[in-house]
């Protein structure tokens, strides 16, 4: 039998979640780097948001910077960092119109996507754990791209700006310059006068 917890007490090996029915209701299928597996009895959506704030994160201008960055609207993968890109995948089957059908995966620990009979596929993670998804192959692949594209993006947003380094330090120097010169006029006023 699977054991219970709360995301935010393993967020950082989260490598994967997933909408699940249980005998209690609605709750999230954790996978961690090491190959366990928990569950959260919060639903999919609740499990995401948590995982934002447990990163400190803005879900929805996020979502927003997705959005603009990928040029689409729905399905899209989200970020805790540039090298933490979870990706959306159909894993659930919902039982009623409002219930999650869309689990997530770090796009970094994937290991392989492969079709299955009855134009479905399987995800296999880089430590061993398979996840039957419930979309076509090509799907599956299109969404890993738009992750790649994501995390790209992401990289080239976080590699350092030479120019503007540069600008800022000869501001700077040119500050710290302007009040010596400051100093040492205030310095000549305050002996002139005497004090």
Partial sequence: MLEWTRIERIF???IAIRP????????TEVMTKSGEIWWDKRDVRSVKRALFRCCLMDPEAQRTLVKELLGRELALPFFLAPDRVFIPLKMRQPQVESDAAYGYVDLSHIASIEPTPENRCR????????????CTHDTAIKSKEAGLKLSESLQEKTEPNRELETLVLSSAAGLIHLMLE???ALQ???????A
């Fill in 188 to 194: 000549a006023i305050a002996r002139k006068l005497g």
């Fill in 182 to 184: 400051m100093r040492q």
């Fill in 20 to 27: 699940v029915y249980t005998d209690t209701g609605k709750a």
């Fill in 12 to 14: 950082t090996d989260v």
């Fill in 123 to 134: 995800l296999t993670l880089k430590n061993g754990l398979a996840i039957e998804l419930l």
